[in-house]
């Protein structure tokens, strides 16, 4: 908390936040002696929050309802400032209501030396660069609380602009963190000691500021005491919430010339304003070497590239020096909010083994959401498949994005891409980005970490010290990702005492510690969500067989029952039946048929059975990943180098140590130095080799799984083919059915009607005596022709005697 | 940590830990000069771990290595006791090498004065009492905690009968804590000050101990001074464990007379000696009022109600004053190892709405497995139904437990009952039991809560206050859950300040909340695993719908392809043919069964359609159980009450507060009140409220489910029925089909035989024509018989003319 006299212009040089809060300690004997108070409000002169030029800040209680509030309490040096400026915040804060902006309760006057006294509300927890001086912050705040302090610092920012008030002073140690009723944050802008009104067109001359957040226009005149004679505009605000997202996001100023930026303020002012329009940072590696601009987030940074692409265009264009690139803070909050409204969708990619963070707008359609998907993972929309917590999820494209079910990191939606069967197969490896952090062990406290894709970016380019330089070493299937070579750099102690050094050297190795954590948990996550996502696939796979298996046993039923019993063999010299034979050559496709689905059939069992043993692979696997205790190792290592940490915080304030205390302190080093040398080797032995490991037998296995579901699905359609075929056969056979009936009884009723039934010599006789009859016939009249001829010889005999006289 | 001279056979009276471990505060200005050391060891005078009538013990550190350690330096008192006594802790400690038992590294001399230290391990932990101290333990505990406690303290126990050591004085305040290298807990017996060699069946008659733990007829004489010449065995070890369990277990001491175990020492002596068979636990409520005897442990315990059914008998063997029916150490290391030696499942009831842990040997058969749960859930094993990771799960009762899958609380197997579709629907609802904690609101500071079993065992009859009285409500279908009506009586501040009482109630209150909050998270837990189980048996039943539907429209295309297109009608006059007529009624009743089929797969795609709303629902509940907030609420409440109790804490140990402390301390109530006022709002409101109504509708869903399964089962049968009608009436017609075929074939095969192929007038007549020419052919004959008729007429008519003269 910082406060400038405005008659002076100055800039408060100190990064530091004034004195941290002190801890509760045990009751000194003077306690009583050192009470403050006001009408209302009480307060000890230890319980200081903060400390600056003109005030200081106490944490009080209101002496009727014990409410905890922070009284600013002015000094001496303060009554020295014109009193239009004195009265400044007291009325920029009455302006103001808003939760994102500290709210002012009473103005009132100590008891004894009635000095001015601004009662505000308290927040419990310190400041967001408190919040980024903690060693777990090292590398910036997780994506969630970072989102937080996005949401409230536009929120508190448009409160401003909305009441024309500009704040001059934006810095994470002017943003204050108190815990909501919920656990959650709430994060709201102080200071307003260096804030005036200003409308949107309107400038002013004086500086304020905090120098690493300050616009390069002030930085020139303040820091540099450039006789320019620029008047600034509300744009000031804008570049310090850059400045502040940065820091935010990466645990890093954006602007360090080497020696970092109070060391060479001239390169300092280079570097913001020589900044090509896009990066978001630069930095100077070696002294005097060149500048170098970088246009993505740290790879150590802990927000999801999902969040990274939103928020990255927003800082290159408020970080931007040129008035006219420079988004006005309309442009600003529309695309905050853009962000802000969005709604974030945890994708697994299983090819890939890698969780994505969609962030999607809750009425856009599934469409957009897939193509989000898309531009992340490379898997084209119309082969994305998802399962989630254990089934087949269809997500149909024409429909809103509310349709997507509730995910978490921890149980996200599982991306399966259906397109790996095909000779693209290769692309499939590439994309499965199985590369993965290396870490190699330098000196005990010294490791190295090589990334090359694949997982939740923590670690990149760790802390800008040239160590870590990048080496392209791959290129991906469809896009080229360049292997960034970082250093997890643990800074070594000197074996010399020196309590700030050493305060230092253990944070550094803390915060690497913590990242180390982060990303052993995420290594184990990937594991467990590798196993489980493949284990619900193959649970799909073994229900397709199921189904598949059913059918096709129905269908033989069916089949069977069709068969007959007998075969029609033609029999010889009898003419043939042309529906006969086609219903014989039916009957025998027919059986062919069932042999295939027969076969089908053994096959999905085989199939099944295959499926079996993988599944119960992966819950061995399981099992080895829940027996997993890096996890709880590393805690444990960073628990009691915490408590060292601790210590050596406690240490530096005082001036020096005795000889036991020193000798305390050395073996205190020694000892933390142990501890981080077990936890990289924890880190590397235990988790990351058996998580690499496991990416080798996952990319196995998903190749399995592939052709096990392009096998299944050949065989699905065989059984289909056989189906419909023995569908059109049956249809073919009925159909004979109905002709043999028709012949049948075709023949009948002619034969009824031929034989007349009473006339006929043999009322109904059979063909076979018929043509007995007409044999016989045949003989009778071969019999009677014969005796007719002998006849007729006997009368010629006759004739040729003389003729006798008539009778 | 106590110590007491043998000489005096004096008993520890002190139940507090000797001096809670100092914070490490800031640097006191004299802080060198407080500096003691031997040769090895250094340690300060302010980190001061406990003290005793002959010694105290620091914590150390190693000068070169910096390892820390605990040194017990005696005092000039214990030089008075003699010789044997002073060497015996020595002696006993280097004959013992257990991870479970402090180590002893070396016995050094300070010094400037020369006294005896010994260096020992030092466990950074505390102590067991100094966990059960903390109001997150009031009520005993965590059940994974538990078990660590009792491995450790058995495992230490059985070194030391191994070895022929008797402790003499064992209490959670004897047992430190170390955390190992994985974070897990290492408890380790301490304070051999008391032990001595003692063979299994030798005696001894010097008295040790606390008077809480110790064995009744040591308390005879040591505390009540009686004198009574019995000599005391290794037994009394045993009785102590047993206390130190149960203490360990639920927060409290078994033995309880009104007004605490020190007011009233001659009902303690009357508990514990009158102590039915069986009983645990013996507890006086009213001033001379009657003992009250408990066969369990109370409701407020957090252990799950498999581990309580394998732990109180044997407390209840160990805690026994009749040396005939208690225990010996053989049996009770067979017992406990049995215990530790079982593994543990986690059973979420879908029809209960509850988790059990089912303990059971990894060697055991799944059906041991399934009666165990059966004991738990009163769903008999052959309903037994498993769904895990949201797919059914057939558990073989041949096999091995070992194939069960790992299951956490968070992730357990999902218990669905095959039997509620029975008429025995009742007994479903009635194990559902769905009555719950009812939290009644009596003062901003008294709650009370009512339960009826369905919920883990978080809160039974809290604080035996003599308000919470067991009233019977309800029975359900198995067995009588008694109700219990218990108190979450949590204390009020009386308004004055004492220092001492505030704290203590504070604590009390604490101890409450962190209750409620485990209550809260089970209530959470047990909502989405409602959610989540009702989701994957929807899910499991879509997965049945489709396979029906398949199957049904299989059987419908196979069935349409059999249908034929013609109908057989007799034409009137022609002989009816027998096989025709019964085509056309197989033909009509595979029409009949189509169009059952099509009924069926109409009806399985409307269930389809209620299925997916019910999981839309499910969905939706999800997502609202996500965004619950509650538990944070409380967390919140309590985060800021333990500030207040921690100030608290440190205040107790001052003489007295100044005025403007006395106000904030006065405030500092005030705020308490009013925080657990709304912890309980939020827990009652909010949580309590919200589950209820999750409940009844659970239970509504459960029953839709239910039905929809039973229905499903009814269509599948019709379905199959159907088929199995259809293959059969398909057969039929494939007969017929032979029939005809066969009957066709005869026909022609006669026909080419009847007329010879060549001789025959018309090769190949058709039996129309052969009729024509037979009448053609009788026609000539008639002619020809005339014309013979004719002709035999002249001949006749010639003879009669006389004979010619010869030629």
Redesign the interface.
């Known amino acids: 908390m910082t406060t400038s006299p405005e008659s002076s212009g100055g800039v408060t040089q100190s990064h530091k936040p004034a004195c941290p809060t002190a801890e509760?300690?045990?009751?000194p004997a003077s306690?009583?002696q050192e009470?403050q108070?006001t009408v209302n409000y009480?307060w000890h002169t230890d319980d200081l929050l903060g400390q600056g030029a003109t005030a200081s800040v106490y944490k009080a209680?209101?002496?009727k309802?014990?409410e905890l509030v922070a009284v600013k309490v002015f000094n001496t040096a303060s009554y020295l400032r014109p009193r239009e400026v004195q009265v400044r915040e007291f009325e920029v804060l009455r302006k103001l209501n808003h939760q994102n902006i500290i709210k002012l309760f009473a103005v009132e006057e100590t008891g004894g030396s009635r000095q001015k006294v601004l009662v505000m509300e308290y927040c419990s927890s310190g400041s967001l660069l408190s919040a980024l001086e903690s060693p777990e912050n090292a590398f910036g705040l997780p994506e969630d609380e970072f989102l937080v302090v996005l949401r409230c610092v536009v929120a508190g920012m448009n409160h401003l602009r909305e009441n024309g008030i500009v704040h001059r002073d934006i810095k994470p140690g002017n943003i204050m963190r108190l815990?909501?009723?919920?656990?959650?944050s709430i994060y709201k802008l102080t200071d307003f000691g260096a804030a005036r009104e200003l409308d949107d067109d309107e400038k002013f001359v004086s500086v304020y500021g905090t120098e690493e957040y300050l616009h390069p226009d002030m930085y020139e005149r303040a820091v540099l005491r450039k006789p320019q004679q620029k008047a600034f505009g509300v744009a000031v605000d804008l570049w310090s919430i850059g400045v502040t997202l940065y820091h935010a996001a990466t645990g890093s100023l954006p602007f360090v010339p080497f020696g970092g930026p109070r060391r060479n303020k001239e390169i300092m002012y280079r570097i913001t304003t020589e900044k090509p329009t896009g990066a978001i940072a630069g930095t100077q590696r070696l002294e005097n070497g060149p500048l170098e601009w970088s246009y993505t987030l740290p790879i150590t940074c802990q927000l999801s590239m999902g969040l990274q692409s939103q928020l990255v265009p927003i800082l290159a264009n408020i970080l931007e020096v040129e008035q006219a690139k420079c988004w006005g803070f309309d442009q600003f909050f529309a695309e905050t909010s853009d962000i802000l409204q969005r709604v974030v969708v945890h994708v697994f990619s299983l090819p890939q083994a890698v969780v994505h963070h969609v962030y999607i707008h809750a009425h856009n359609t599934i469409a957009i959401f897939l193509e989000a998907v898309y531009k992340q993972t490379n898997v084209a929309p119309q082969h994305q498949e998802y399962l989630f917590?254990?089934?087949l999820c269809v997500l149909e494209p024409s429909l809103s994005a509310q349709h997507i079910?509730?995910t978490?990191a921890s149980s996200p939606l599982t991306l399966f891409s259906m397109v790996c069967e095909t000779p693209k197969g290769l692309a499939f490896r590439d994309r499965c980005r199985r590369q993965i952090w290396v870490l190699i062990l330098h000196t005990p406290l010294k490791c190295h970490v090589t990334r090359a894709g694949g997982l939740p970016n923590l670690l990149r380019s760790v802390q800008r010290s040239g160590k870590g330089t990048p080496v392209e070493t791959g290129r991906c299937g469809f896009n080229v990702v360049s292997t960034v070579r970082a250093a997890l750099d643990i800074p070594k102690f000197f074996p010399k005492v020196d309590l700030q050094a050493d305060y230092n050297t253990a944070k550094g190795v803390l915060g690497a510690g913590y990242q180390a954590l982060r990303l052993a948990q995420a290594l184990l996550t990937g594991q467990e969500l590798m196993l489980?996502g493949l284990?619900?696939f193959v649970?799909s796979l073994q229900?397709t067989c199921?189904?598949t298996l059913?059918?096709t046993r129905?269908?033989l039923?069916?089949l069977?029952?069709?068969?007959?019993?007998?075969r029609?063999s033609n029999?010889a010299?009898?003419?043939e039946?042309q529906e006969?034979k086609r219903?014989a050559e039916l009957r025998s496709k027919l059986r062919t048929l069932a042999e295939v689905l027969s076969r089908c059939s053994h096959n999905i069992t085989e199939t099944k059975m295959t499926l079996s043993n993988l599944s119960s692979e992966l819950?061995k696997n399981?099992?080895q990943v829940?027996a997993d205790?890096s996890i709880?190792?590393i805690?444990?290592c960073l628990?009691k180098m915490y408590l060292i940490y601790k210590?050596f915080k406690?240490?530096r304030m005082?001036p020096g140590l005795?000889?036991?205390?020193e000798?305390?302190h050395?073996?205190?080093k020694?000892?933390f130095s142990h501890l981080a040398k077990r936890l990289l080797q924890v880190f590397q032995e235990e988790r990351v080799q058996k998580y690499q490991a496991s990416l080798v037998t996952h990319g196995k296995r998903m190749r399995v799984v592939h052709e096990t579901r392009n096998h299944l699905r050949l065989v699905g359609c065989s059984v289909a083919a056989c189906?419909t075929e023995?569908?059109?056969a049956?249809?073919s056979?009925?159909?004979?059915?109905?002709w043999?009936?028709?012949?049948?009884?075709q023949?009948?009723?002619k034969?009824?009607q031929?034989s007349p039934p009473t006339t006929a010599p043999y009322p109904s006789p059979a063909?076979?005596d018929?043509?007995l009859?007409?044999q016989e016939?045949?003989k009778?009249?071969k019999v009677?022709?014969s005796?007719?001829q002998d006849?007729?010889r006997?009368?010629e005999g006759?004739s040729r005697?003389?003729s006798?006289p008539d009778?």
């Open positions: 509760m300690g045990r009751w306690w009583e009470m108070s009480l209680r209101n002496k309802s014990g815990v909501g009723e919920e656990g959650q917590e254990g089934h079910a509730h978490t489980r284990h619900w649970e229900a199921r189904r059913e059918v129905m269908a039923l069916f069977s029952s069709s068969l007959g019993t007998e029609f029999v010299g009898v003419p039946i006969l219903a819950m399981r099992d829940h205790r709880q190792q805690q444990c628990d210590q406690k240490s005082r005795g000889y036991n205390e000798q305390i050395k073996l205190d020694v000892n189906n023995a569908q059109g049956q249809e056979l009925s159909k004979i059915l109905d043999l009936s028709h012949q049948l009884l023949d009948r009723t034969e009824a031929a063909l076979k018929l043509v009859h007409m016939l045949c009778e009249m009677l022709a005796d007719l006849n007729n006997v009368i006759l005697v003389p006798a009778i």
